[in-house]
């Protein structure tokens, strides 16, 4: 029956769709109406907010007029609701984009606008876009994929920025490099994805000490560099000997600079030599917990490392050598001297205390100091590049049998 009813009150069904009513052209209208309506109070709103965080950090200009004086703050153009909300932005004289981003500002500013980090890119002349990030941009973790350079001189994947930018590394370009971090927080994957994409590179010979025995050794059986590695604490002397020989050929090669050249360049005949410290504070302790020889019958295997280590540290640049160093933390005492330690050009921290995190960066690094000691795995503050200090994500590169096959798949063999 009401079916019936229905049927007799609506016309004939033709296959096309109907031209909207009255009603429903009105609604339309007015919902576009309310929309314009939101987004002008939103972009009032979010105006308001930016002027008056700007003025409170000082991100303006005080003016003086007739009436007294006046505080003028950067031009908001057009606002975007988002997500991620955004806003046009319009710099007055003197100011950079990274003044809104720097560690000082970013934070603040980004919280007084309902966010959790601020993105800003230039658009034209004066105008940048600045972004409001909703949730910490390097949360998510990304994956490395299988991949390897072709020399020592094609820059690697390191790990990408906050603004998205992905930092490449190429170990001929900087110096030493030194990565910290405490237990679980990410610096073994670091040199895993490191040592993957470099053990192909016919110019790269990947040496070096791991009292660990899981970042250098079985992994790399049957590769050219295995022979030119030392692990466990079997024979914690055979680490002093390595170190020693490296520096023999250290040696070697600045005395057999060529004319007119300052530096040794890395070839397939006189590759860069990788030197990896795993862990090198628990080699300096194994070392120095063994015997010492008598006066006069030799020298403590601590010293022996620790000297050839620091030699390696100051000459070994120019003789294409690069020290890739692992440490919980970076104290002085604990990595052979704040000599040695001053020697690293690209510095890496993990997941550390506030102190440790100043001891390898520097004090400007302190009032990050609070936050990054509780990072997540795979998070890290770099300074080096030619860039100031700034926090990271390291990609990912798998479980440790990934890392495995990588280096049994790339690692480079003695041609037959
Ligand atoms: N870049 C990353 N992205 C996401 N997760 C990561 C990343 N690096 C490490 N992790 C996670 O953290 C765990 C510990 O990482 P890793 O072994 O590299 O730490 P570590 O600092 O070397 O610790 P340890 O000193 O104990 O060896 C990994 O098993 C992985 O689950």
């Known amino acids: 029956m009401t079916t019936k009813t229905l049927d007799r009150t609506r016309p004939p069904t033709t296959g096309h769709r109907r031209p909207p009513g009255f009603i429903s052209r009105w609604r339309a209208r007015r919902a576009e109406r309310d929309q314009t309506i939101a987004a002008h109070r939103l972009a009032q709103a979010v105006t308001a907010e930016f002027r008056e965080a700007c003025t409170a950090l000082r991100l303006c200009q005080y003016v003086s007029v007739a009436a007294g004086v006046t505080v003028r703050t950067p031009r908001v153009g057009a606002v975007h609701g988002g997500p991620p909300m955004s806003l046009s932005v319009e710099l007055m004289a003197g100011q950079e984009p990274a003044d809104f981003t720097s560690r000082e500002n970013g934070p603040r500013l980004a919280h007084s606008l309902g966010g959790h980090g601020l993105r800003v890119e230039p658009l034209a002349g004066r105008w940048v876009r600045v972004t409001v990030l909703n949730h910490d941009p390097l949360r998510d973790r ?58 192909a590179a016919p110019d790269v010979l990947v040496t070096g000490s791991d009292i660990t025995g899981l970042l250098l050794g079985r992994p790399w059986d049957g590769t050219v560099h295995r022979p030119h590695q030392v692990v466990g604490t079997g024979d ?34 006189t590759p860069l030599m990788l030197v990896v410290l795993e862990e090198f504070p628990g080699l300096l302790r194994a070392a120095d917990a063994l015997p010492k020889p008598k006066r006069g019958e030799g020298v403590p295997v601590g010293d022996r490392i620790r000297s050839a280590v620091l030699r390696l540290l100051s000459e070994g640049r120019k003789a294409a050598f690069r020290v890739l160093m692992l440490a919980q933390r970076f104290e002085a005492t604990a990595v052979g001297g704040g000599y040695a330690r001053d020697q690293f050009a690209l510095r890496i921290s993990f997941r550390v205390p506030a102190d440790s995190l100043a001891m390898l960066h520097g004090d400007d690094a302190r009032p990050l100091g609070r936050e990054h000691a509780n990072a997540a795995a795979g998070i890290a503050y770099l300074s080096g590049l030619g860039r100031d200090c700034e926090r990271i994500r390291v990609p990912y590169l798998g479980e440790y049998g990934e890392y495995v096959d990588r280096i049994q798949a790339h690692g480079r063999r003695a041609a037959s």
Request: hydrophobic share 40%.
């Open 236 to 269: 914690v002397p055979a680490h002093a000997v390595l170190l020693e020989d490296l520096v023999s050929e250290m040696d070697r090669r600045l005395a057999t600079i060529p004319p007119r050249r300052d530096k040794i360049e890395a070839t397939p005949t």
């Open 142 to 199: 990304f994956g490395l994929p299988s991949l390897a350079v072709n020399s020592g001189y094609e820059a690697l994947i390191l790990g990408r920025t906050e603004d998205g930018i992905t930092l490449g590394h190429a170990f001929t370009d900087a110096g030493h490099l030194a990565g910290q971090g405490q237990n679980g927080s990410g610096k073994t994957n670091l040199c895993y994805g490191l040592l993957s994409q470099v053990a």
